[in-house]
């Protein structure tokens, strides 16, 4: 088989219009010009510089050119960049960027239709060039790539071939830019080391109104994107000035764009409290496994060849025993040579994948590091490296997502190994979706412990971004250019500067005069002012980033309660469940309700669910219900009970005076029993549309009952429990979300606690003057008012209130209000939420010791609606009982005349207090003053002349510290100065004492200083 001829088979041809198709692999431009910048720092380049030629002939009238100072490459390297797919760098162990072999090609295609390019290494000179523009003119089909070589001493064509070279060189001179051999060797000598690459892409690529897709022109020391700047783009994405800057993790390149130094940054360095978090996990996998399998492939092909030569020499001996000739021991040595090589390979191949076999099974490893940009908050999201190289910017995981304050402003910096996460071809993804999305999650668990750990959430969010500057509520705003601020911020992040000469990264101390301040592009280490640092040979310091620990919850038993009471709630909405033995064909017991203290901890861990106090535990957690089939019902009974209400009134009083006691034991008696009656036959409207809510027990269900005698006398005990057995199924059949729930739940309890405390004592009389449609409304909540009752609530929309949350009061507003028989609740949305476990609203109940009124309103300011809504409310939502006791409103305006006496003089006690200096009005006549003088007093001024006070107070402090500053610094030089005259000195006075000691005794021999002293010492102790 080995000898087959495959001459006469077909072979897969790559024709011209692919080079088309290999570069709509980058929609970001910006990605296909770092491919060009990536070779130059595989190939080893401490400089490129990236810049653009005006030449009007052709498209985009200009040329881009990358130039390096690369390890170049000769003939055969540069053969083998135009081959596809062909890369050199791509092995398991290799820190390079490039793997594919394509990148030059795709990169270099997406920006123009044409580049040539110029390497040298050594004493060859070869030139590269890939034209669209040729193809298409000569209506070629195949990819045809000129590649002439030059010796660089001589100049002199390198070739075999002279009439190949005349065509190549023919080809270039006609289709670049460069129209003689001149005109190349001036492009070679823009190289100016031995070695180096100069591309040049040309005829660039244009948008639809005909203007380039780059622009060059609008900032002369940098290359936009074309055309109008967006909203909510981030800088890489508008400026690759910008992009270059954070193309890699640990830059050790400097790059020149139109001649300008880039500012490129480490990342971790240029955030406020960073934090390193070590991430080990068994699931990236993928990856791993193709190095196995490719590794197992190799290891079977070395087999294989091992055992065709070891069999190939055995048959040698047995053919040759007896020939002892020389030619034929030669020859059979080099076959048993052969095959103990192949031997001794294919056991190399067989350790290889060994070892890769068990680097499958450990987990891999990373470094999350995160930290806050107080330089420009808005740009947050998470920089995700492969092999150092930037992959994906800005992705937002975790709280981030959900685009509020919480871990806003937050940078998180990773570089993944590229046995852990496969790049796509372009680099800007990743090949494994699913693994990358795993990588996020993780980053997003380990984002949260990192905001929990700096603890920004429990001083006060709006308070830290206050601290530096960012005094306006809109986000994407940037923070104060004024000095106080800026100066706050360059003390919490050092500068971090690269030497030009050592590329060494180097953090600058911290001083007041170097805030602002723009730092040349050919800085170096001489320059630094840290006396340890300020030299090129000095190591480099290692940042210094505090280690992190992910601490994951442990669920504890009720929450495994609450998980499986899940899924049992996700079966009951698919099961009806119509009787008792419905409930037993379930697979959990319903009852196993979790307790009040794993409610809690549940709630905890939900963003707007916290814990909070038990009065606002017990109270229903929203409004009572308004859905369209409850609508429907009561519509429906509305127009029922018009129609009854002429026909059935008189029937109904006397029924109701003499039945009375009787109808209340049967109502009561049936709201304490469990049992599910049977579906009652006779009157189906009737009976379901007026029965009310199980929770009977409520004042106002009292009064329904009692109202419903007028219908039938035996109407109350089926009526309550039809009513349990649609309310049961109503919440089985219901798709409320999980919170609303577990407010059900505790609400229903809440209920039945107080069913055995229900006495009625309104009058029967007074119950039979309400509308008959009362009955027949049905509601989450224990009943509704009627619609002059809740125009009266409504008026209680807009209060400002304060609310206890966590033992804190959080101020809002009352956005919604819900009146029932029993009580008025009030929905609270707060101003501000300083926790990512505080909710953002709440329903309390009105007049609740967990809720306040900021600014009460005077009585003379409400009208008589206001005034007699609340005495309406009392009477018609029932009646009070000796067990029930209705708590005070503590929301209601009060004048106490302590509480007025109090506020003044605490008012006046600060007022003195905080008195700004040589104010007109003195402490004493402050003292003096009535609290109608107080309550005019020219507050504006008083705190204009406080502020003014205490800015001159830190002023002086200020400039007291700068001089001190300055002082110190004075000192400090001529300390230094006076040292380096004491070490001049004293190196003078060794040298005359090492001359004297020569004339004295001339064989005497000194080298160093250690030398001499110790020499002195001896001398000194002999003479004692």
Not at 225 to 241: C, H, N, Q, T
Not at 286 to 304: P, S
Not at 782 to 795: R, S
């Amino acid at each position: 088989m080995a000898t087959t001829n495959y001459s006469c088979l077909n072979r897969a041809q790559l024709t011209f219009e692919y080079l088309h198709t290999n570069s709509t692999t980058h929609e970001f431009l910006f990605g296909a010009l770092a491919e060009l910048v990536d070779n130059a720092r595989d190939a080893g380049a401490t400089r490129v510089d990236i810049y653009t030629v005006k030449n009007v002939d052709f498209r985009g009238a200009f040329m881009l050119c990358f130039l390096d100072d690369g390890t170049g490459m000769d003939y055969n390297e540069a053969a083998s960049v135009i081959q596809f797919g062909k890369s050199a760098k791509r092995t398991p162990e290799s820190t390079q960027i490039g793997q594919y072999g394509n990148g030059l090609k795709s990169g270099s295609m997406r920006i123009g239709r044409d580049f040539i390019l110029f390497t040298k290494k050594e004493d060859t000179m070869t030139c590269v060039f890939l034209s669209r523009t040729f193809h298409e003119e000569e209506g070629i089909d195949e990819v045809i790539v000129p590649l002439p070589t030059w010796n660089s001493k001589t100049r002199e064509p390198m070739t075999d071939n002279p009439e190949k070279f005349a065509i190549e060189t023919e080809l270039i001179y006609k289709y670049s830019p460069f129209k003689s051999e001149s005109e190349v060797m001036e492009q070679f000598e823009k190289i100016k080391e031995n070695n180096g690459t100069l591309v040049i892409v040309y005829n660039l690529k244009l948008m639809d109104n005909g203007e380039p897709e780059l622009d060059a022109i609008s900032d002369p020391t940098d290359i936009l994107m074309a055309g109008p700047p967006l909203e909510d783009v981030k800088p890489e994405r508008r400026s690759f000035r910008a992009y270059t800057a954070v193309l890699y993790i640990d830059p050790r390149m400097r790059i020149f764009i139109q001649g300008h130094k880039v500012r490129t940054k480490r990342l971790s360095c240029c955030l406020f409290k960073p934090r390193m978090y070590k991430y080990t996990s068994n699931r990236f996998r993928t990856r791993a496994e193709q190095e196995v399998k490719k590794a197992e492939h190799l290891m079977k092909i070395a087999e294989e060849k091992s055992r065709e030569a070891e069999s190939k020499a055995r048959a040698l001996v047995l053919k040759l025993s007896g020939d002892l000739s020389r030619e034929s021991r030669v020859h059979l040595r080099q076959v048993q040579d052969a095959a103990f090589n192949l031997s001794r390979e294919a056991d190399v191949k067989k350790r290889i994948h060994e070892a890769k076999l068990r680097a499958l099974k450990e987990p891999k490893e990373m470094c999350f590091i995160f930290g806050v940009n107080i330089e420009y908050r808005d740009q947050d999201g998470m920089f995700i490296y492969n092999c150092s190289r930037l992959i994906k910017m800005y992705e937002k995981v975790g709280p981030q997502l959900e685009g509020g304050v919480a871990c806003g402003g937050v940078v998180g910096v990773v570089d993944v190994p590229y046995l852990v996460l496969e790049p796509t071809h372009n680099k800007q993804d990743f090949a494994d979706a699913k693994e990358y999305r795993h990588l996020l999650r993780a980053m997003g668990e380990h984002l949260v412990q990192y905001w929990k750990d700096i603890g920004i959430a429990q001083k006060g969010i709006v308070k830290f971004w206050d601290e530096f500057g960012y005094l306006s509520a809109n986000w994407n705003h940037t923070p104060s250019d004024e000095t106080l601020y800026k100066r706050r911020r360059a003390m919490e992040i050092p500068t971090t500067i690269q030497c030009d000469h050592c590329l060494k990264w180097r953090t600058l101390p911290y001083r007041v005069d170097d805030v602002g301040k723009e730092y040349p592009d050919s800085w170096m280490c001489s320059m630094s002012p840290d006396h340890i640092q300020n030299r090129c040979d000095a190591p480099e310091q290692k940042q210094n980033v505090p280690i992190g620990t992910l601490r994951k919850d442990v669920k504890s038993h009720e929450e495994k309660i609450r998980v499986q009471q899940k899924k049992l709630e996700a079966l009951k909405k698919n099961i009806p469940i119509r009787s008792q033995a419905d409930l037993k064909k379930l697979p959990l017991d319903v009852s196993c309700n979790p307790t009040l203290e794993a409610r809690a901890s549940v709630s905890s861990q939900r963003a707007r669910s916290p814990p909070l106090a038990d009065i606002i535990k017990n109270a229903p957690s929203h409004p009572p219900g308004l859905r369209s089939h409850a609508l429907q019902r009561k519509a429906s009974a509305s127009r029922f009970a018009s129609k009854a209400a002429d026909t059935q009134a008189n029937v109904a009083v006397k029924k109701a005076v003499t039945n009375a006691g009787r109808s209340q034991q049967r109502l009561s008696a049936s709201a304490k029993s469990n049992a599910v009656s049977p579906r009652i036959g006779a009157q189906p409207s009737t009976s379901v549309r007026n029965a009310t809510p199980v929770s009977v027990n409520t004042k106002s269900q009292q009064v329904k009952g009692t109202k419903a005698l007028g219908h039938k006398r035996e109407t109350p005990s089926r009526t309550v429990q039809s009513a349990g057995t649609r309310k049961r199924n109503t919440v089985i059949e219901s798709s409320e979300e999980e919170d609303e729930e577990d407010d059900e739940e505790e609400e229903e309890k809440e209920q039945e606690e107080r069913k055995s405390k229900i006495i009625p004592t309104v009058s029967e009389s007074k119950r039979l003057k309400k509308d008959t449609a009362d009955v027949v409304e049905i509601s989450d909540s224990g009943g509704e008012v009627d619609e002059e009752e809740q125009a009266t609530t409504m008026k209680d929309r807009g209060l400002l209130v304060e609310m206890k949350v966590n033992k804190e009061w959080h101020t809002g507003r009352v956005t919604a209000v819900a009146a029932s028989k029993q009580s008025v609740r009030w929905k609270v949305k707060f101003d501000y939420v300083p926790t990512a476990t505080t909710p953002r609203d709440r329903w309390v109940e009105k007049g609740s010791i967990d809720v306040r009124l900021m600014k009460p309103p005077s009585p003379e300011y409400q009208t008589p609606d206001t005034l007699g809504g609340e005495e309406d409310i009392s009477v018609e939502t029932g009646s009070t009982s000796d067990s029930t006791r209705m708590e005070p409103d503590t929301t209601q305006p009060t004048t106490s005349k302590e509480t007025v006496e109090s506020l003044v003089l605490s008012f006046r006690n600060t007022l003195r207090y905080f008195l700004p200096p040589n104010y007109r009005i003195n402490k004493e006549e402050l003292s003096s003053m009535t609290p109608e003088e107080l309550a005019s007093f020219p507050l504006k001024d008083y705190f204009e002349q406080y502020e003014e006070g205490l800015k001159n107070l830190c002023t002086a402090y200020q400039t007291r510290a700068e001089e001190r500053v300055r002082t110190t610094e004075k000192k400090l030089q001529q300390n230094d100065a006076e040292l380096t005259d004491a070490q001049e000195k004293l190196c003078k006075l060794r040298n005359n004492i090492v001359e004297l000691l020569r004339k004295v005794q001339e064989d005497i021999e000194i080298s160093t200083d250690d030398e001499l002293d110790a020499y002195i010492e001896e001398l000194i102790t002999k003479v004692d």
